[in-house]
C-alpha cells in the first residue's frame, strides 16, 4: 500500500516538473503576439516631416536670411511671379526691403515702387520719396522722375515746387517726359507770360513728336487762356489727336450724362415729317360750350 501511495506521489511530482519546464509556445499564438512595421512607415516623430520641400525659391530664402544680398532679389522675384510655389507680394515686398537693407539699388528701386503703389503692404508715399532721393543724388535720373510724380501727387505747394524743381532737373538731362510735366505744371498755376510762352512752345513741340498727353495739356491750356490767348477751336484739333493718339482721358464720354441737357444732335431730323404749317382747309375747333350752344334748338 505504501509501494502505491508512494508511486503516485512521485507521478505527481514529475508531472508538475514538466508542466513547469514546457517553454513550446503556440505559433499561431505567437504570430499575433509580433508587430509588424513598414519599413517605409514614417515614425512617431519625424523632425523632417513638417519641413518645406526644398525648391531653387526655399534655396533663396535661405541664402538672403545668411547675409547673400544677391539671393535676396532672386527670392523676392520668385514671390512675385509665383515662381515654384504661390504668388506672395507680401513676402516679395519683405525681400526686396531685406535686399535694400543689403545695398542693392536694384531692390531699393523696386521696394520704393511697392511702397509707393502700396503694392504687398500698406503704401507709404513719403518713405518711398526718400528712397527715390537717396538713388535720385546719385544721378539716377528715373528715380529723380518718379520722386517728381511722388511730391506732385502729394497735392501741397511746397511739394509742388519741389516736383517742379525735379522736373527742371530730369528735363536738362534731355528726358522729354520730364520737359512735358514741367511745362504742364507752369500752365497748371499761374506762370508769368515768358514761363508760359515757353510752356506752351514745349507741349507742342511734344505734341508734333506724337505725344498724346502733351497734346491733351496743350488743348487744356488754349481752352483755359493758360500761358497765352483762348483758343477753343485749336484746343479741340488737339484733344481730337490726343484721343486718336491714345490718351484716352482726352476723349468724349462714351455714356450720355442723363442730366446734361439735349444737344443738337437729339433734334429730329431733316427729312422727319412734321406738320409745321396748318392746313390752308383746317378749320379751327369749336369747344363744348360753343357746340352746344349751335346744336341746341332755340325755345318755342
Known sequence: MQRITLSLCLALSLGACSKKNDTSVDPDSAAMSVETKDPDAPSAYDPKGDEE???????????????????CTTAADMFEQGQQGPADLGKAREYREKGCAAGDK??????????????????DPKSARELYLTACETGNMGDCFKAAQSFEASGSDDDKVQAGELYTQVCK????????AEARLILAGKPAAKDGKAARATLQKACDGADAAACAHLADALEQA???????????????KACVGGHKAACPSEKPDPKAPAKATDAPKADAKTDAKPKA????K???????????PAPK
Open 226 to 240: 493758360k500761358g497765352g490767348k483762348k483758343d477753343v477751336k485749336n484746343a479741340a484739333v488737339l484733344r481730337e
Open 106 to 123: 536694384a531692390a531699393c528701386a523696386a521696394f520704393a515702387t511697392m511702397l509707393d503703389k502700396g503694392i504687398g503692404g500698406a503704401a
Open 281 to 284: 382747309d383746317a378749320k379751327p
Open 53 to 71: 520641400p526644398e525648391t531653387d525659391r526655399t534655396i533663396a530664402v535661405a541664402a538672403c536670411d545668411d547675409g547673400k544680398t544677391e539671393a
Open 286 to 296: 369749336a369747344d363744348a360750350k360753343s357746340a352746344e350752344k349751335v346744336t341746341t
Open 173 to 180: 538731362s534731355g528726358q522729354n517726359p520730364a520737359c512735358v
